[in-house]
């Protein structure tokens, strides 16, 4: 279960990887194989997260060993 903050509603790329208990590096590498389908390098220190999106991630973690 992810410990989700009651009422909130976005989460920054940085809150998001300390709720998932991911580094900063994992969670920039799941959203790479699995969100991000651009070459491009992006700044995702700019991104922001819902709820949903961190339970989706969170599975994805699993699914891929992480610490999450």
Do not use: N, W
């Amino acid at each position: 279960m992810v410990p989700l903050e009651m009422g909130k509603l976005e989460y920054t790329f940085q809150e998001a990887a300390i709720t998932l208990g991911l580094s900063a590096e994992e969670l920039r590498a799941l959203l790479k194989e699995h969100v991000i389908k651009d070459d491009a390098e992006q700044d995702l220190s700019v991104l922001t997260l819902r709820p949903t999106d961190l339970l989706l991630l969170k599975m994805l973690a699993k699914q891929r060993g992480c610490a999450a």
